[in-house]
Each structure stands twice: as C-alpha cells, then as structure tokens.
C-alpha cells in the first residue's frame, strides 16, 4: 500500500512537509492503541472488537501548564465531541486531543482526566503548597466517529489503559496510517477508512509556516468518492457486502507552528470543509464533521503570575489566504490517504470493509488524463 503522493495524480498549490504529515509541525507527536480481538458472532460486551484510540500531543511537556492557543468548529453536529465548548470560551487546550469510538468518548476523557492529575495533583483541590489561589479543574477533549459496524461498540473497550499507552506510545515519527487506532474500525465512501494525515509548508516568502491535519475517516456513500475533481465513486464497481445506512462523521486535527490566536485558528477550523468538499463528502445531516485546531508558536501558562505578552500574525489576510489553502489541501490528502493506507478488515458478525481498490482508481484517473506516475 502507498500514499495517494506516490501517484502523482493530486495537484497542490502549496509544497508538502518532509513527512508530509501533521508530525511536520515541530513538536507534535502522535500515539495509537490498536484493538483487535475475537471474530464471528457478536457477543454483546465481549466483541469481536476492531476499533481503538488515537492520541495528537501538542508538546510532550505538561499541556496543563502549559497550553496551547486553540480553536474549534462545528461543521455538522450529529456528534458526541467532550470539551469544546470551554476551548471555544477560552480558546486554549490543556489536554491531549483524543480520538477514540462514539460509546468510548466518556471512557477516553476519563483516562485523559487521569493523566492530568497524575502530572497536575492540585487540580480540584488547590495550591496550597505553593501559595497560588483557585481549585482548578480540567477540560478534556475527546472526539468520536460510529465504528459499530465493525466493532462491538457497547462493550467500551478502550479504557484508561489504552489511553494511556497510545500517550506512551506517541511519537514525532511518521504517522501510522489506515485501519489503526481510532480508525480501526472506521468506513469510508462505502470501503475502508481510517487514519490519515498530510501536511504542507508555505513558502519562505510568507513565513514558511506548516500546517498539518490529521483526520479519523467514516463518512460517504461509495458513488460520492472524488479524486482531484474526478468522480471516481460513479465509475467504481461499489463493494458488495452491506452499504452503510448511516451518514457517518470525521474528525479532522490541524496543527500549525504558525503564532496564530484562537481567533485566527478559528478561521482556519472553519476552511476545514472545503477540504472535506473536495473528496466528495456533502457533510450529510446525520454526520458529525467536528475540527479542532491549535498552534504550537507559544504557550499559554496556567494562572500567570504576571502579565504575558505573545506575537501573533498581524499581516493577516494574505497569510491567512496562504494557511486557508494549506488546510484544504493537507485535509484532502490526508482523507484519501486514510483511504489507499487502510486494509481490508472482517469484524462483527463477519461485517467486511474492503480496502480501497487503488489499482482500479488509478485506471479511472488514468481514464480522466491523471497518469499512473510514480506506482
């Protein structure tokens, strides 16, 4: 299996990162915990399990303490994101971002709970030992997509310790791609969908910021599947096993070592669907579509002391324009990449999703005046 850059059949305006992958953005690192287990019949609470979760660290010190400038956006909220909404009224992360299955959403932000007390033993109960006011509390954020096709999603396998080994096990590494983490279980355009990730850098000119997405796919009917404006999925011969029934969601991260604020990032969350677009997906009404964005320029302490000045792009609107085609762009290749890296998986009551046939897509392109260059 290969990323979709392999074939050279995507134009971009903008040069992707070395890895091409939300790892580009200096400091971020990315952890999964895979579960797999058991096949056949479902046996409710006791699986066959396919599904897992994903972890995104900003910076592997202390979130807590040290923040992050964040922002948020809602495209379609068929959805059960946790902690959103004080990311919106405070514009900062102070927890891993997380990744996991609808029914293990509760279940993941617990354990991420977890982890900040085991760093921060003074949230909830104050600063005594040190003199400083307040009895802090903390916000986990936590997105989902509907893996229950495949997985036995009542059970709510993925639990604190998963969680806490997809943190122990996140990496600045190139990201594994496909039916991994909290794509595990995931469908996309009718085949199987996942985890994807791409990245692009602007030039020196504009800063030579990078902006990384990284996405959990499980979203669109098979005749929607679009590839650089070509309609792929009407030309496809559609798996045969069952269609999904439901609209299905994504999650989509984006990261960026551009000094931006929560209002800026905002911005950006919100170019976040026309990356989407140019897939194919028409964000459905039963869909959840959720983004999250933050930047790793500087930090944001807990509770400062004194007053803190930070530097944010003031030349806005032509390097928002410039960052604005870096979202689409990484999101689009990051959803087919989540696409042509993910592997056929059997799960529940022999449920099948079937790997992306890229041969033939490649033929289809090839069709359309897209040369199979590079494979």
Request: aromatic share 6%; hydrophobic share 40%.
């Amino acid at each position: 299996m290969k990323r979709i850059d392999s074939f050279n059949i995507l134009p971009r305006q903008l040069a992707a990162g070395r890895q091409n992958g939300i790892t580009d953005v200096a400091g971020v690192a990315v952890g999964h915990e895979t579960v797999v287990a058991g096949d056949g019949v479902w046996q409710p609470g006791q699986g066959p399990f396919r599904t897992g979760v994903t972890i995104i660290l900003p910076h592997r010190g202390n979130l807590y303490e040290d923040k992050v400038p964040a922002a948020v956006h809602t495209i379609n909220g068929f959805g059960k994101v946790i902690g959103f909404e004080q990311v919106r009224e405070l514009g900062n992360l102070e927890t891993p971002i997380a990744l996991t299955s609808t029914l293990n959403a509760p279940r993941v932000a617990d354990a991420l709970i977890s982890h900040a007390l085991a760093q921060n033993p003074h949230i909830g109960v104050g600063f005594a030992a040190t003199g400083r006011r307040g009895y802090a509390s903390v916000n986990p954020v936590v997105g989902e997509t509907n893996d229950g096709f495949l997985n036995d999603m009542q059970a709510r396998v993925v639990g604190e310790t998963a969680v806490l080994q997809a943190i122990a096990n996140a990496t600045t590494d190139p990201v594994i791609e496909g039916a991994v983490g909290a794509g595990t279980g995931t469908s996309c355009f009718g085949w199987k969908g996942g985890i994807g990730t791409a990245s692009r850098v602007l030039p020196e000119t504009a800063g030579g910021f990078t902006v990384g997405a990284l996405v959990q796919t499980n979203f669109g009917q098979p005749h929607e599947l679009t590839i650089a404006g070509v309609p792929v999925g009407q030309h496809l011969q559609p798996p045969s096993d069952e269609p999904r029934l439901e609209d299905g969601s994504i999650m989509i991260v984006l990261a960026t070592d551009a000094p931006l604020d929560s209002r800026q990032l905002e911005r950006l969350c919100r170019r976040a669907a026309f990356g989407l677009a140019r897939t194919g997906s028409v964000c459905a009404g039963g869909s959840g579509d959720f983004v999250i964005a933050f930047s790793t320029a500087y930090t944001v302490p807990d509770r400062p002391t004194e007053l803190v000045v930070q530097r944010v792009v003031l030349l806005e609107q032509p390097i928002m324009s410039l960052l604005g085609t870096a979202v689409i762009e990484s999101i689009e290749e990051a959803i087919l990449n989540s696409l042509f890296l993910a592997h056929t998986v059997i799960g529940r009551d022999g449920n099948t999703r079937h790997a992306l046939p890229v041969d033939e897509v490649l033929a289809i392109m090839q069709r359309f005046g897209r040369g199979r260059i590079g494979d």
